[in-house]
């Protein structure tokens, strides 16, 4: 399995900005895309972004479309999400996952994505 590991997540005040990233260990020929996933308290873990590892497309859960950005860098194996414009509601640990099914992008299930980031702690104060 690929090791995943996030960073740059903080505390920011509404209407701030941060940007995580997500360092993948190798680039394995079955991953054909890599997610943003986000799990608050008390609440079950949600598809935020996802990107077609090969395409290049973006998936994004419509309440983050227009304020949150995903990336990558495949020379690097890293991915991006820019996160801007923040909200209260976006208090999560965020986590990176990777996937060898494209319905995960689609469907933005998190049982379609293997390997999984121990996650970085958002926190958005009002």
């Known amino acids: 399995q690929v090791q995943l590991v996030e960073s740059g997540g903080g505390l920011v005040q509404a209407g701030g900005s941060l940007r995580l990233s997500c360092a993948a260990s190798?680039?394995?020929?079955?991953?054909?895309?890599m997610a943003w996933f986000r799990q608050a308290p008390g609440k079950e873990r949600e598809f935020v972004a996802g990107i077609g590892w090969i395409t290049s497309n973006p998936y994004y859960k419509d309440s983050v479309k227009g304020r949150f950005t995903i990336s990558s860098d495949k020379a690097k194996n890293m991915i991006y999400l820019q996160m801007n414009s923040l909200k209260p509601e976006d208090t999560a640990v965020y986590y990176c996952?990777?996937?060898?099914?494209?319905?995960?992008?689609?469907?933005?299930?998190?049982?379609?994505?293997?390997?999984w980031g121990q996650g970085t702690q958002v926190t958005v104060s009002s």
């Open positions: 190798e680039r394995t020929f079955s991953t054909v895309a």
């Open positions: 996952a990777a996937g060898n099914d494209a319905l995960g992008l689609t469907l933005k299930l998190e049982r379609f994505f293997r390997s």
